[in-house]
Structure formats: C-alpha cells, structure tokens
C-alpha cells in the first residue's frame, strides 16, 4: 500500500491533469464534454469525507507538514470555489460558447475570435465594449455567487495551517497604500501618455487605446512576436529551457491576456484573440515568464507546490519581463524605433505598468464584500484610476469574474514585480535582464513552485515590499 502522504497527494495529482487537460481544449475550442466529465470525477473524489480524514491522518502523524498541508487546502479551496461558480452556471472561462451583441447582432464570441486574428486589431475596443456589458449584465448574481464560494474556501482555508502562498493580513493594507502612494505619479503619467498620443478621453478603454497607439503598430507587429521577445530570453540564458518547456498556441478565447496552463514539465501560453498593440506585446512577454517560470519546477517537488494553486511568484516573475519592455537599452534592442518612437513606447509602456498594478490593488478593495461599504476605499480607488470603480471594464479589471484570493494574488505579483527592480539592479546591474546570473535566480526561484510567493521572491532578491511604491514613482521621472 502507499504511504499516507501519497495517498493523500494522488487524487490531487488526478484533478490537477484533469483541469489542464480541460483549460487546454476550452483555449483550442476542442470537443470539451468527456473532459468535463472526468474534471468532474477529480473534483468530486476531493470532496468526500475520506479523502478529508486521510489528510488529517497524514498532518497529524508528521507526513504532512505545515506547508504542505496549506497548500493541499489551498488546492481545495479551489475545487470548492469552481464548484460553486459551475452551479451558478458562471464558469469563467467558457467564452466560446457566449453570445455578444456587438454592433446590435449576436455574434459567437468562437467565431469572434477567429475573425479577430483574421482582420487584426480594428475592433477590439468594440469587443472590449461588448464583453464588458454582456458580464455586467448579471453583475450582482455574479458577485452573490463569487461571495458564497468565498465562505465556503474560508471555511477549507480554516482547517488548518496558512500555506507558503497564501496572503498576509496586511495584503490589503498594502494595496491601499499603493493606490495613496503613487495617485499622483499615475496622473502624470496618464496626462503625459494622452497628450502624446493626443487621446482627451477619460475612460480606460481609451486610455488603453492610447496606451497602444497605432503609429506604432509596425514596431510591435504579432507576426514577429515570439521571435523578438523570444530573443530577450536567449540573451538570458534561457533559451533552450524556453525552447524546450514552453510552447505557444493560439487560443479561441476573446481576450486580451494570454494564459497559461502547465503540466508534466510544460507548460503551454494560449494567446488570447484580441490583439491591442503594445499592451499584447507586454501580455505575450509577460505570459512567456510565467510559463517558463512553472515548467521550471524542480520535479522532485511534491504535487502541491509544483503545480501551485496561486503560483504568485511565477506570476511576479511574468510581471517583471512585461515591464522590463519599459528599459531603454531593450528597446533600443528589440525594435527598429527612432528617437520620438523610443520615448512613446517607454512612456506608454510604463503607462501600462503603473496602471496594471494600481487596477489590481483597486480589485481588491471594491471587490472584497467587507468592504461593501467602506466608502473611504472606493474614494481612493477611484482617484487613483481616475474612474469610478464600479465601472472598470470587465475585461480589463475582471471584476466579478474571479474570487477575492484571485485579486488578491494578482496585486501581490504587480507589487512584487515592481519592488523586485530596485534590488535586482542592485545585485546584479542595471541591465539585470541580460544578465546569466540573472537567470540562475530566476531557475533557482522557479525550482520551489508554490513554495514560495511573490513576497518571498523580493526578499530572495534582498528586496523590500515598500519599494513598489518608489519604483512607480521613478518610472514616471
């Protein structure tokens, strides 16, 4: 018979390669039913009250430890928070089969998709536009439905230790004192994108139009993509690891960002349809760092933690290579710009920067249902974004549309990506990102999985959280 510990672990094991398996033909828009199906079966064998004594058995008896016994909840809270948005019918990723009216027909967004590629970038907007009303139809049923699955995942949550990955207390406290800190920097820069792309409008659609301009299309073209910013990767030292744990497909989801789903020492970016300039270039860069970083997982990991439930860390790291498009000498390296081009991309690439974090800590305080109504929060999200709230775009901000443990995840990694600069030009030089040594930390990291959090990365770096703010403050210099 195995061990406890591994008794424990194997139904995980299932689940986890059942949902990648699943995530995989939803982005290949494949037959999905049987995956269903046996995503179902992984779910459900993770519910029963046996599988719940037997991992009680193991940490009491030792062959769990703290950690691990986290993480695994972690993992459950997961499965509790998808099984409560599945029986609301809300599950997020089901796109191909939505309807948008977009421009007054019903369209499928498959399809949508499909003629996005075709066509290029003319209506993405549009398609931002549509998706964002056709999810806040039903916003508050959403918010209901996302604030049942978080009393359930508290409830998982509170059986036992905090895993390596999970939130601080103070993680809140953070964000609204980064969205104080850097208001005004975030105005500056957003009055110095607009009045250099000449885009008067405030709302963030608009500001991300602006943040792409157009006239530099040809610079950031999709066709060219992954073997320019493949590039940065090899000078690295990363290549062949690149090459050989990672690979990249197009995806049938309407959506700006790629994703990425990991398994067996691969993992896979899926490219999302809509194709926004600049902003897909920092999303493609961004998704090639997070995938290496979770293929990098040592596979003598244990299940938990090398397929994370969170994975901030590798999300941080994805992060750090989407903002790293900002530096000057990278630029200069990776597109045939001009002087005037070479200015407009770093401002408009750290526009997408500092506004990508400050919309992530935002999230967290006008999602979070105990902060209903605390007036107080919401009025400095709102300065700071320069918008209401509670009418991010959905695309955009995803309000609704994913757990708190979510928002919260992603703020960490924007926090961390941003307090991660300072340090490693310190350990390392100002060039970090072309650096070898640069990538030993960036293996050594990835090594641990779920084992470490975007909060461990900074330190690792020697790195302080509060730097976040300064860093957002100095690229706006």
């Given at each position: 018979?195995?061990?406890?510990?591994?008794?424990?672990?194997?139904?995980?094991?299932?689940?986890?390669?059942?949902?990648?398996?699943?995530?995989?033909?939803?982005?290949?828009?494949?037959?999905?039913?049987?995956?269903?199906?046996?995503?179902?079966?992984?779910?459900?064998?993770?519910?029963?009250?046996?599988?719940?004594?037997?991992?009680?058995?193991?940490?009491?008896?030792?062959?769990?430890?703290?950690?691990?016994?986290?993480?695994?909840?972690?993992?459950?809270?997961?499965?509790?928070?998808?099984?409560?948005?599945?029986?609301?019918?809300?599950?997020?990723?089901?796109?191909?089969?939505?309807?948008?009216?977009?421009?007054?027909?019903?369209?499928?967004?498959?399809?949508?998709?499909?003629?996005?590629?075709?066509?290029?970038?003319?209506?993405?907007?549009?398609?931002?536009?549509?998706?964002?009303?056709?999810?806040?139809?039903?916003?508050?049923?959403?918010?209901?439905?996302?604030?049942?699955?978080?009393?359930?995942?508290?409830?998982?949550?509170?059986?036992?230790?905090?895993?390596?990955?999970?939130?601080?207390?103070?993680?809140?406290?953070?964000?609204?004192?980064?969205?104080?800190?850097?208001?005004?920097?975030?105005?500056?820069?957003?009055?110095?994108?607009?009045?250099?792309?000449?885009?008067?409008?405030?709302?963030?659609?608009?500001?991300?139009?602006?943040?792409?301009?157009?006239?530099?299309?040809?610079?950031?073209?999709?066709?060219?993509?992954?073997?320019?910013?493949?590039?940065?990767?090899?000078?690295?030292?990363?290549?062949?690891?690149?090459?050989?744990?990672?690979?990249?497909?197009?995806?049938?989801?309407?959506?700006?960002?790629?994703?990425?789903?990991?398994?067996?020492?691969?993992?896979?970016?899926?490219?999302?349809?809509?194709?926004?300039?600049?902003?897909?270039?920092?999303?493609?860069?961004?998704?090639?760092?997070?995938?290496?970083?979770?293929?990098?997982?040592?596979?003598?990991?244990?299940?938990?933690?090398?397929?994370?439930?969170?994975?901030?860390?590798?999300?941080?790291?994805?992060?750090?290579?989407?903002?790293?498009?900002?530096?000057?000498?990278?630029?200069?390296?990776?597109?045939?710009?001009?002087?005037?081009?070479?200015?407009?991309?770093?401002?408009?690439?750290?526009?997408?920067?500092?506004?990508?974090?400050?919309?992530?800590?935002?999230?967290?305080?006008?999602?979070?249902?105990?902060?209903?109504?605390?007036?107080?929060?919401?009025?400095?999200?709102?300065?700071?974004?320069?918008?209401?709230?509670?009418?991010?775009?959905?695309?955009l901000a995803l309000p609704c549309r994913q757990s708190h443990r979510r928002d919260l995840a992603e703020a960490r990694a924007r926090l961390a990506a941003l307090a991660l600069v300072p340090a490693l030009r310190e350990r390392y030089d100002a060039d970090f990102y072309r650096n070898p040594r640069f990538a030993d930390f960036v293996r050594g990291a990835a090594a641990r999985g779920g084992a470490l959090s975007a909060e461990g990365l900074v330190a690792d770096a020697g790195?302080?959280?509060?730097?976040?703010?300064?860093?957002?403050?100095?690229?706006?210099?």
């Amino acid at each position: 018979m195995l061990p406890l510990a591994d008794r424990v672990r194997a139904p995980f094991e299932s689940h986890l390669v059942a949902s990648a398996e699943l995530d995989s033909a939803r982005c290949r828009g494949a037959e999905i039913v049987p995956l269903e199906i046996a995503a179902r079966r992984a779910r459900a064998a993770l519910g029963t009250g046996e599988a719940r004594e037997l991992m009680e058995e193991a940490a009491g008896s030792g062959q769990l430890d703290a950690d691990a016994h986290g993480a695994l909840l972690a993992h459950l809270t997961d499965v509790a928070e998808a099984e409560v948005l599945s029986r609301h019918e809300l599950v997020l990723d089901r796109l191909a089969d939505d309807v948008l009216v977009v421009g007054g027909s019903e369209r499928r967004t498959g399809d949508l998709a499909l003629e996005l590629r075709q066509r290029g970038r003319r209506d993405e907007l549009a398609m931002l536009r549509a998706l964002d009303e056709h999810f806040g139809r039903d916003r508050e049923a959403r918010r209901d439905a996302l604030a049942e699955a978080r009393e359930r995942g508290a409830r998982i949550l509170a059986r036992g230790p905090r895993g390596p990955d999970e939130a601080q207390d103070e993680t809140r406290e953070r964000c609204a004192r980064f969205l104080a800190d850097t208001s005004d920097a975030a105005a500056e820069l957003s009055l110095r994108v607009r009045h250099a792309i000449g885009a008067a409008d405030r709302g963030l659609l608009d500001l991300l139009r602006a943040l792409s301009p157009e006239p530099l299309e040809p610079l950031v073209a999709p066709r060219t993509r992954a073997r320019r910013l493949g590039s940065v990767f090899e000078a690295l030292g990363l290549g062949r690891e690149l090459g050989r744990c990672v690979s990249v497909e197009r995806s049938r989801r309407l959506a700006l960002a790629p994703r990425v789903v990991s398994g067996r020492g691969r993992s896979t970016l899926f490219v999302g349809a809509i194709e926004v300039g600049l902003a897909s270039e920092r999303a493609f860069m961004g998704g090639l760092g997070q995938a290496l970083a979770l293929a990098l997982v040592s596979p003598m990991t244990a299940i938990e933690h090398r397929h994370p439930a969170l994975g901030t860390a590798s999300a941080a790291l994805g992060a750090l290579f989407a903002d790293t498009l900002g530096e000057r000498a990278l630029i200069a390296t990776l597109f045939a710009a001009g002087a005037r081009e070479e200015r407009t991309l770093r401002t408009a690439s750290h526009g997408q920067s500092l506004l990508g974090a400050q919309l992530a800590c935002a999230r967290v305080l006008i999602t979070d249902p105990g902060l209903e109504g605390d007036a107080e929060a919401r009025e400095r999200a709102a300065e700071a974004l320069a918008e209401d709230p509670g009418e991010i775009p959905i695309e955009l901000a995803l309000p609704c549309r994913q757990s708190h443990r979510r928002d919260l995840a992603e703020a960490r990694a924007r926090l961390a990506a941003l307090a991660l600069v300072p340090a490693l030009r310190e350990r390392y030089d100002a060039d970090f990102y072309r650096n070898p040594r640069f990538a030993d930390f960036v293996r050594g990291a990835a090594a641990r999985g779920g084992a470490l959090s975007a909060e461990g990365l900074v330190a690792d770096a020697g790195g302080r959280l509060h730097d976040a703010s300064q860093r957002a403050t100095e690229i706006v210099c």
